[in-house]
């Protein structure tokens, strides 16, 4: 029976459950603010469930490349949308912050722009 680690609490649950299902069963959000609301209930559209995970998962599946392609996310970030992933054995699961949950280690050196196709200001 695997085990999943996140928040400071073990949950066991059988192997093949969706993670964010467990998660939401137990009373734990995968999501950031607003997100808990305001998400696509599962679909792998909206990208707010991403998560880091260690452990045996489930591949990924199309939705969820596409998804993690898009900004604010970035190729590469080694995230998981919890909606589309599938618990396969023992894993970690760790949220970031930011609305999608998608601030990595991120340090920010420079003002973010809001709109970057605009020309700069002064």
């Known amino acids: 029976m695997p085990i999943v680690s996140f928040q400071e609490q073990r949950i066991p649950c059988d192997a093949g459950v969706n993670l964010r299902s467990l998660l939401l069963e137990r009373g734990l959000a ?4 607003m997100a808990r609301w305001v998400n696509c209930r599962g ?13 045996h998962v489930s591949p990924m599946t199309l939705a969820e490349r596409l998804r993690l392609a898009l900004p604010p996310h970035r190729p590469g970030s080694d995230l998981r949308l919890a909606c589309q992933c599938r618990v396969l054995g023992d894993m970690d699961v760790v949220k970031h912050d930011g609305f999608w949950g998608q601030q990595v280690n991120q340090t920010i050196s420079k003002p973010v722009r809001l709109y970057p196709w605009r020309p700069s200001r002064g």
């Open 30 to 33: 995968p999501y950031n603010g």
């Open 43 to 55: 679909l792998g559209s909206c990208g707010t469930c991403a998560v880091a995970i260690r452990g």
